[in-house]
């Protein structure tokens, strides 16, 4: 048996706690943002005050690799902690950058400040030659007006 210690290379930086460094390894597009709640507070680990969408509706968040990753597992965290409303997410993957995308999973969570106010979900999945990830909230499925927050997304 032949034993080969490797560097590690771009595609496989991570923090420590495994997590795709998304700062080295992403680019990011979001439909809004609110100032003071911007996109790298709830992609970064460091940053723990979360993103928020500056106007109501369904919002955008597409993560652009700069080389194509292996994707495994995907969590999301979302609070509400002042309205009842049920919150739909869509999360996608593409491999040939963003030209076409696969449901990953579609998602519907009721927020109620009396105690159903986290929604944190788990994703395991195995997707080689990930391009892009686009994750795209519906804050209020009824239509009423609502603003798309998300604590937390972590990729490796």
């Known amino acids: 048996m032949q034993k080969r210690i490797i560097a590690n290379s771009p595609l496989l930086e991570s923090s420590a706690a495994g997590w ?45 690799f700069k080389q194509p990753q292996r994707i495994q597992h995907i969590k999301l965290c979302f609070t509400e902690v002042t309205t009842s409303r049920t919150q739909e997410y869509v999360l996608l993957a593409s491999q040939n950058n963003g030209a076409s995308y696969i449901e990953i999973v579609r998602q519907q969570w009721n927020f109620n400040p009396e105690g159903g106010n986290q929604e944190l979900e788990d994703h395991l999945m195995d997707l080689a030659e990930v391009t892009t990830i686009e994750l795209r909230i519906i804050p209020d499925i009824s239509g009423k007006p609502a603003l798309a927050t998300l604590d937390w997304l972590r990729v490796f």
């Open 20 to 64: 795709l460094d998304l700062e080295k390894l992403a680019d990011v597009e979001i439909s809004s943002e609110q100032p003071g709640y911007p996109i790298e507070a709830a992609l970064l680990p460091e940053l723990d005050q979360g993103w928020r969408a500056d106007k109501p509706g369904e919002q955008t968040i597409r993560l652009i």
